[in-house]
């Protein structure tokens, strides 16, 4: 049934006006109207009836990414282009842009050297990225379990801030990195533009947030992780053991089996 | 009237005035397409050959070496964008559209079925293409028919070599016999500088003006009968002494 919306367009965190002078009601109207509201029509109008209806956008985007080795299944161009679309919008306020808050601020400093040194690689990254497509920048969790797609930043260099561009509709997360704020560099890839947004529109605070969240996240699932994995090898060690019991009929091999017991701290 | 801009190593040639293709391409659209991103390519490229191993190849040897079989090595994209863009306007006229040539009409209906098929294809190409790219009407030598295809930013097919079957590329002029696979014959750029000014979204309007009343078929035409050149599009019709 075409009628169904299994997806439904987020509103505007604010009114269409909002964001001027710098971006017109006419160019938000067109893009969040005209644009972003194509995405969500094709969207609905392909995933009735498929495996793919009752997802969130996000799982549907992850799992629609098929891994980057493929070409994508089709939901995830307008799935991904919806999300993406979304967080651009959620990345501004009126009266954005100035200085970082300080603790965004410390991980700059940290990762960039400081805070023009992050302006600088956002502008290089968006004046070199061909074609369409988005710039962002992320926190690097380290890698998701089901993620299996190639990281463009690779190294095991995790829990830091990078800047990354992505080609169409990517988004980092299917390579297991947390956005923390996005541009659209679809219609306009001019440098004014990339600075205006910077300087003008961008909401540090919500992007504090979200690294808030997203190091939360990482700290949580690396947790769970480390866990179930000692649980599991613990596991393994534990059956191997007692397969090997019934042959071991003297002592000393027994005795053996506690001390190592001991040392694998059980 | 004749806009030329010469630059040091690779020039543009706009063969109509920026205003000739309204009311479908608007007089500001060419400017900017033309004056600003085009110039762009041809500035970056120039940059980039003063130091570049490639300085002195001609344009097509180029795209074909720098595209490194589909590992792109920096000159790639400016140098087909270039082409690319290059080609796109040779492919309009003002006043365009309509039939094409008796020729070129025949080999549509042989490959498509119909001109409106072909016009269909040609349409539904353009907007199944996600992103910025290209669409093209091209001739397959080998299987010496037309086709339509679409191509991802600046994808060019004169860099679409078979890869088993390379021979070592040496010219790939269109007046030289070369191991060029598909020859272009129409191309329409896809990018939305090309047309967001003008058409915001709605990319379907865009490509039927383009098809109905731009596209140069005179153009393809002459592209064909040098294509023609070196593959046989009918049967071998050898005259009896």
Known sequence: DASVSWIEQQPLPYPSDALEPYISKETVEQHWGVHQNIHVERLNGMIGGSEWEGMSLGQMMLSSFNEGREAPH??????AQIWNHDFYWRSMQPGGGGKPPERLLKFINRDFGSYDGMIRQFMDAASTQFGSGWVWLCYK????PHVKSRSPIPSDNYGRLVISKSPNAINPLVWGHSPLLAIDLWEDRRSDYVSTFLEKLVSWETVESRLKKAVQRAVERDEYVSTKHIRKQLL?????????MPQQVNGDAREQ????????GV | NLIV????????LLVFTTDALEPYISKRTVELHWGKHQQDYVDSLNKQLATSMFYGYTLEELIKEAYNNGNPLPEYNNAAQVWNHHFFWESMQPEGGGSPGRGVLQQIEKDFGSFTNFREEFIRSALSLLGSGWVWLVLKRKERKFSVVHTQNAISPLA??????????INLCDDIPCPLLLQPLINLDLWEHAYYLDYKDDRRMYVTNFIDHLVSWDTVTLRMMRAEAFVNLGEPNIPVA
């Open chain 2, 160 to 169: 679409l070599g078979d890869i088993n079957n390379s021979i070592p590329s």
């Open chain 1, 74 to 79: 089709p939901p995830f161009f307008h799935a």
């Open chain 1, 141 to 144: 969790t380290s890698k998701l």
């Open chain 1, 257 to 264: 089996t506690s001390g190592q017991e001991k040392s694998l």
């Open chain 2, 5 to 12: 801009v010469r630059q040091d190593r690779f020039s543009m």
């Open chain 1, 236 to 244: 393994a060690r534990a059956k191997s053991r007692i397969r090997a």
